[in-house]
C-alpha cells in the first residue's frame, strides 16, 4: 500500500513539474517571436512599456512561478516524507500486533492442546469401561438367546404336532367338500342339460316358425315386386307409345309446315343464269312467331354462289311464311335448318 502510494505521489509531482517547465519555455518562445517579428521603423511614442522592460517582467514572471512551483515541490516532498515516517510507523504498529496476537495464538494452541491429552485419557478410560460393560452383556445375551432357542425348539416341535392334526383334519373335510361339491355339480350338470335340450327345441321350433313366416312374406313381397314392375313396364310402355305417337305427329306437322314454305319460297326465286339441274344448298332460317324471316344464313353450299344467295334472297322475300296454329310445331321452326332443291 505505501509502494502504491510513493509511487502515484512521484508521478503527480513529475506531472506538475513537467506542466511548469512546458508553460515557461512557450512563454519564453511567445517573447523571443513577438521581439523578432517587430518591423524596423521610425519610433512612434506610445503610452506602452517598452519592450525591454517588458521582456524582465516576464523573466520575474517565469522565475517566480518556478519559485512557487519550486517551494511546491519541497512541500510535496516533504508531506510524501511524513507520510513515509507515518507508514512505517503504521507497519511498525502493525508489526507489534502481529507478535501479540502470535503469541496469544501459541498459548491459545498449548491450552487447547492440553485440554485435548485430558480429554483423550477420558475417552481412553470411558472406552475400556464401555468394553467391560459390553463384554457382560455379551455373555448375558449369549444366555438369553440360549434359554430362547431352548424354548424356541419345544414350541416348534408343539407347532409341528398341532399343524399335522389340523393338517389331518383339514383333509378329510376338503375330501368330504369335494364329494358334495361333486354331487352337487353332478345334479346341476343334469339340470343344465335338461334345460339346455328344452330350449335348443323351443328354439329350433322358434326357428322353423320364424323361417315360415319369413317365407310366406319374401313371397309375398316377390309377387308385390313383380306386380309392381309389371305395372311399372306398362305405365312406361305406354308413356313411349303415347311419346312416340306425339313425335310423329309433331315430325309430320314439322314436315308439312316444311313442305308448305317451299311455294312460297319458290314463287320469289330468281333462276340464276350459272344454275344448272340437281343444284341444292341447306339454309339456316331464323323467324319470329308470326313467320317473319329475321336471318338466313347459308349452313352448307351449292359451290355456286349465285345459286346460294339466290336462294337466300328468295327466302327473304317469301316473308311472312307461313307458320303452324300447333305452339310445339312452332318452336321447331324457330331456327330450323331447310334444304333448298328447285326439282322438289
Same mark, same amino acid.
Do not use: Y
Given at each position: 500500500?505505501?509502494?502504491?502510494?510513493?509511487?502515484?505521489?512521484?508521478?503527480?509531482?513529475?506531472?506538475?513539474?513537467?506542466?511548469?517547465? #512546458?508553460?515557461?519555455?512557450?512563454?519564453?518562445?511567445?517573447?523571443?517571436?513577438?521581439?523578432?517579428?517587430?518591423?524596423?521603423?521610425?519610433?512612434?511614442?506610445?503610452?506602452?512599456?517598452? $519592450?525591454?522592460?517588458?521582456?524582465?517582467?516576464?523573466?520575474?514572471?517565469?522565475?517566480?512561478?518556478?519559485?512557487? &512551483?519550486?517551494?511546491?515541490?519541497?512541500?510535496?516532498?516533504?508531506?510524501?516524507?511524513?507520510?513515509?515516517? $507515518?507508514?512505517?510507523?503504521?507497519?511498525?504498529?502493525?508489526?507489534?500486533?502481529?507478535?501479540?496476537?502470535?503469541?496469544?495464538?501459541?498459548?491459545?494452541?498449548?491450552?487447547?492442546?492440553?485440554?485435548?491429552?485430558?480429554?483423550?485419557?477420558?475417552?481412553?478410560?470411558?472406552?475400556?469401561? *464401555?468394553?467391560?460393560?459390553?463384554? /457382560?452383556?455379551?455373555?448375558?445375551?449369549?444366555?438369553?438367546?440360549?434359554?430362547?432357542?431352548?424354548?424356541? &425348539?419345544?414350541?416348534?416341535?408343539?407347532?409341528?404336532?398341532?399343524?399335522?392334526?389340523?393338517?389331518?383334519?383339514?383333509? &378329510?373335510?376338503?375330501?368330504?367338500?369335494?364329494?358334495?361339491?361333486?354331487?352337487?355339480?353332478?345334479?346341476?350338470?343334469?339340470?343344465?342339460?335338461?334345460?339346455?335340450?328344452?330350449? /335348443?327345441?323351443?328354439?329350433?321350433?322358434?326357428?322353423?316358425?320364424?323361417?315360415?313366416?319369413?317365407?310366406?312374406?319374401?313371397?309375398? !313381397?316377390?309377387?308385390?315386386?313383380?306386380?309392381?314392375?309389371? &305395372?311399372?313396364?306398362?305405365?312406361? !310402355?305406354?308413356?313411349?307409345?303415347?311419346?312416340?305417337?306425339?313425335?310423329?305427329?309433331?315430325?309430320?306437322?314439322?314436315? #308439312? $309446315?316444311?313442305?308448305?314454305?317451299?311455294?312460297?319460297?319458290?314463287?320469289?326465286?330468281?333462276?340464276?343464269?350459272?344454275?344448272?339441274?340437281?343444284?341444292?344448298?341447306?339454309?339456316?332460317?331464323?323467324?319470329?312467331?308470326?313467320?317473319?324471316?329475321?336471318?338466313?344464313?347459308?349452313?352448307?353450299?351449292?359451290?355456286?354462289?349465285?345459286?346460294?344467295?339466290?336462294?337466300?334472297?328468295?327466302?327473304?322475300?317469301?316473308?311472312?311464311?307461313?307458320?303452324?296454329?300447333?305452339?310445339?310445331?312452332?318452336?321447331?321452326?324457330?331456327?330450323?335448318?331447310?334444304?333448298?332443291?328447285? *326439282?322438289?
Amino acid at each position: 500500500m505505501l509502494a502504491g502510494f510513493q509511487t502515484t505521489h512521484h508521478d503527480f509531482v513529475a506531472a506538475v513539474i513537467a506542466l511548469a517547465v #512546458h508553460v515557461l519555455a512557450g512563454a519564453l518562445l511567445f517573447l523571443g517571436l513577438n521581439v523578432s517579428d517587430v518591423p524596423h521603423s521610425e519610433p512612434v511614442e506610445h503610452d506602452f512599456m517598452p $519592450a525591454e522592460i517588458w521582456d524582465e517582467a516576464a523573466i520575474l514572471e517565469a522565475r517566480e512561478r518556478l519559485a512557487e &512551483e519550486a517551494r511546491r515541490r519541497a512541500a510535496a516532498e516533504e508531506a510524501e516524507r511524513q507520510a513515509r515516517l $507515518a507508514q512505517a510507523e503504521r507497519e511498525a504498529q502493525q508489526q507489534r500486533q502481529a507478535e501479540q496476537r502470535r503469541r496469544e495464538e501459541q498459548a491459545r494452541r498449548a491450552e487447547a492442546a492440553r485440554r485435548a491429552e485430558e480429554a483423550r485419557q477420558a475417552e481412553v478410560r470411558r472406552r475400556a469401561e *464401555e468394553a467391560r460393560r459390553a463384554e /457382560a452383556a455379551r455373555r448375558a445375551e449369549e444366555a438369553r438367546r440360549a434359554d430362547a432357542a431352548r424354548r424356541a &425348539e419345544a414350541a416348534r416341535k408343539a407347532e409341528e404336532t398341532r399343524k399335522a392334526e389340523a393338517a389331518r383334519r383339514a383333509e &378329510e373335510a376338503r375330501r368330504a367338500e369335494a364329494a358334495r361339491k361333486a354331487e352337487a355339480a353332478r345334479k346341476a350338470e343334469e339340470a343344465r342339460k335338461a334345460d339346455a335340450a328344452r330350449r /335348443a327345441e323351443e328354439t329350433r321350433k322358434a326357428e322353423e316358425t320364424r323361417k315360415a313366416e319369413a317365407a310366406r312374406k319374401a313371397e309375398a !313381397a316377390r309377387k308385390a315386386e313383380a306386380a309392381r314392375k309389371a &305395372e311399372e313396364e306398362r305405365r312406361k !310402355a305406354e308413356e313411349a307409345r303415347k311419346l312416340a305417337a306425339e313425335l310423329a305427329a309433331r315430325e309430320a306437322a314439322t314436315r #308439312h $309446315a316444311r313442305q308448305a314454305i317451299m311455294p312460297h319460297v319458290r314463287r320469289q326465286w330468281v333462276l340464276p343464269p350459272s344454275a344448272r339441274p340437281g343444284l341444292s344448298c341447306t339454309l339456316k332460317i331464323t323467324i319470329t312467331a308470326s313467320g317473319v324471316v329475321t336471318r338466313v344464313d347459308i349452313v352448307r353450299g351449292s359451290g355456286d354462289d349465285l345459286f346460294d344467295n339466290s336462294a337466300k334472297a328468295a327466302v327473304l322475300k317469301a316473308s311472312p311464311l307461313p307458320v303452324p296454329a300447333d305452339s310445339a310445331v312452332l318452336s321447331e321452326l324457330n331456327a330450323f335448318q331447310w334444304r333448298f332443291r328447285p *326439282e322438289d
